[in-house]
């Protein structure tokens, strides 16, 4: 593997991940972003399938192509 492919399997593991998390702990992240004073738009739960979709496609594009 080139370096440029871990660093993406890097990249897009990370933001499946946290787009799990946000889906599975949406009040943590509720709760976070009140703390540092930052307003949460919209449904987190949308934020975290978007984040894990682009993690995903990003895995799925380094493994597939």
């Known amino acids: ?8 399997l890097i990249i897009g593991s990370l933001f499946f991940l946290f787009g799990v998390a946000i889906t599975i702990f949406p009040n943590e992240l509720e709760r976070w972003l009140h703390t ?22 990003i895995l799925v594009t380094i493994f597939l192509g």
């Open 36 to 57: 540092h004073s930052i307003r949460s738009v919209g449904s987190i739960y949308f934020a975290g399938y978007i984040i894990g979709f682009i993690g995903l496609a």
């Open 1 to 8: 593997m080139e370096y440029s492919e871990i660093l993406f």
